[in-house]
């Protein structure tokens, strides 16, 4: 049974930051290219970072410069430490395991307000 689990959200103020962090079960996470989205009120879900299998980094434009994605295939862990938090970046923030087949996790709530 494959799972992911996200952990690390909660709220924050404007400025500040976050590590959040999907630990992955059931599936050989080193062949697996893994990314962040995120989704907020009433919009669609959206690509924040992704690293592939090989280690290959993207970074939606909105992210660039602030956060940072990383795996560690020992842990079968994967990160985004998330720093310079805006208001929108509000979001429940969803882990995803992608080969032949993707698999997502249940999603952790991030809310940047003062």
């Known amino acids: 049974q494959v799972q992911l689990v996200e952990s690390g959200g909660g709220l924050v103020q404007p400025g500040g930051s976050l590590n959040l962090s999907c630990a992955a079960s059931?599936?050989?996470?080193?062949?697996?290219?893994v990314a962040w989205y995120r989704q907020a009120p009433g919009k669609q879900r959206e690509l924040v970072a992704q690293?592939?299998?090989?280690?290959?980094?993207d970074y939606a434009d909105s992210v660039k410069g602030r956060f940072i994605i990383s795996r560690d295939n020992t842990k079968n862990t994967m990160y985004l430490q998330m720093n310079s938090l805006k208001p929108e970046d509000t979001a429940v923030y969803y882990c995803?395991?992608?080969?032949?087949?993707?698999?997502w996790g249940q999603g952790t709530q991030v809310t940047v307000s003062s």
């Open positions: 059931g599936i050989i996470f080193s062949l697996y290219t």
């Open positions: 690293v592939t299998y090989d280690t290959s980094i």
């Open positions: 995803n395991a992608q080969s032949r087949k993707a698999y």
